[in-house]
Each structure stands twice: as C-alpha cells, then as structure tokens.
C-alpha cells in the first residue's frame, strides 16, 4: 500500500506569506504527527492527533502555527505570516496506534525569503 | 531543547570498518527507536527497544539498550556505502507521551 504522502514537496514563500502544508497518512493509520527538520538536527515534534483531535499541540512553536485533521485521515499544517526562521522540513508521520512504529512521509520543504 | 544526547554528530569512516554510534538521556526512558536518514531522504524506522539490556541484530547493525534504560548504541560492522547517511536515536521521554523527541543525529560518511 501507500506511503505517506506529502505535498508539496518544496515550497518557497516570501516573509509574511500564509502558507498550507498537507499530510496524507497511511490508510487507517489513526494517530498522525507533524514534525519540523531543520539542517543538521533531528526532527522535531510539532503537534499530535489521534483520530480529528489534536492529542497534543505542546510543540507548536508559537500561534502562528495551527494544524487540523477534520475528518480524521488528511492533515494540514498552516502557518500564518511567515518567517525566515520558519524555513525547515516539515516532517508528516502517521502510525497504527499509540506504541507503534510511526512512518515518516518525505517532508516539505519550506524556504521563507 | 534536545533531551537525548547523541555522539559523535559525525563519523567518516573507510569502507570495511566498524562505526558506533551512542544515544544518552538523563531519565530513564520506557523504550527507544533508531531511524536512518539517507541524504535527500526521510527517517526511516531501523529498530525498537524495550527491555534493559536489550541486544537486537540486524544483518551487520547490533543494537543495544542499556541496563539502566538511560543509553543505546547503534553499531555497525564492517561498513559498506550503502551504510550513508544519518543515524538517530528517538524515545518518548515519559510514559504518557506519544511524541517521540529524537537525538540530533549521527552523519556516517563511508570513504570507498
């Protein structure tokens, strides 16, 4: 079956730009997290939802960053008014349950001019 | 800020020798995963462990858990390029977490 999936792959945006990140997980996988990459460091945890409701937000950097999963398969990541220290790969991963093994999509790249 | 400490943040090795790997927490931690990012690439799960004093082999790679739940090491025998890339540790730091925060990485380059 599927990965996750992740679009776009690459996104480029000025300083102030709204943007949309979107997470696809793996079909069934119910528990879905948001990670952020930035160069030379492990990813880092952003937000969590298991099934539509985000189990914990404790990592969103600040409120310009929100995140929805509505009908509990698709994600998307919004950032608001962007920043240059934004710039990063946003990481999806999604797992069957709360101990299993998380899956990781191949991350968005988000470059803020 | 990162919570589990990991050595060295890089290791150039020729192909054919051992490298290792080493992951550190100052808490006891419930279990632990190792993932391997390839240049360009995303994590991808290599490993879990849960019991103290774990050992678990994969083809060349041997990871361990130490006896007091706080370390692993990831070590890899006889070193071949496919071996590129970056290498880390990952745990939830309480039990009530999902979350995993990882390690900040070892790059292993593999000199032909």
């Known amino acids: 079956g599927a990965g996750v999936s992740q679009t776009p792959s690459n996104k480029v945006t000025e300083k102030g730009k709204y943007v949309e990140l979107r997470c696809d997980p793996i079909?069934?996988?119910?528990?879905l997290y948001w990670y952020r990459q930035s160069l030379g460091q492990g990813p880092e945890f952003l937000i969590y939802?298991?099934?539509?409701?985000?189990?914990?937000d404790s990592g969103l950097p600040n409120d310009r960053f929100f995140a929805v999963r509505p009908e509990g398969s698709v994600s998307t990541l919004k950032i608001q008014r962007t920043e240059r220290g934004d710039s990063a790969v946003y990481l999806c991963?999604?797992?069957?349950?709360?101990?299993?093994?998380?899956?990781f999509g191949p991350g968005t790249r988000l470059l803020v001019l | 800020g990162q919570q589990v400490m990991q050595i060295p943040q890089y290791q150039h090795v020729q192909e054919g020798e051992d490298f290792t790997t080493y992951c550190n927490s100052s808490?006891?931690?419930?279990?632990i995963q190792w993932y391997k990012q390839r240049p360009g690439g995303h994590p991808v799960f290599l490993i879990q462990?849960?019991?103290?004093?774990e050992v678990k082999k994969q083809k060349r790679l041997t990871f361990q858990f130490g006896e007091a739940k706080k370390n692993s090491s990831l070590h890899i025998t006889a070193t071949q390029t496919t071996d590129v890339g970056t290498y880390f540790c990952?745990?939830?730091?309480?039990?009530?977490?999902?979350?995993?925060?990882f390690g900040s990485g070892t790059q292993l380059t593999v000199l032909p």
């Open positions: 939802f298991q099934g539509t409701g985000a189990a914990d």
């Open positions: 462990l849960v019991k103290s004093g």
């Open positions: 990952a745990a939830r730091l309480s039990g009530s977490a999902r979350q995993l925060t």
């Open positions: 808490t006891t931690l419930s279990n």
């Open positions: 079909s069934g996988h119910t528990a």
């Open positions: 991963a999604s797992s069957a349950g709360r101990e299993e093994t998380q899956y």
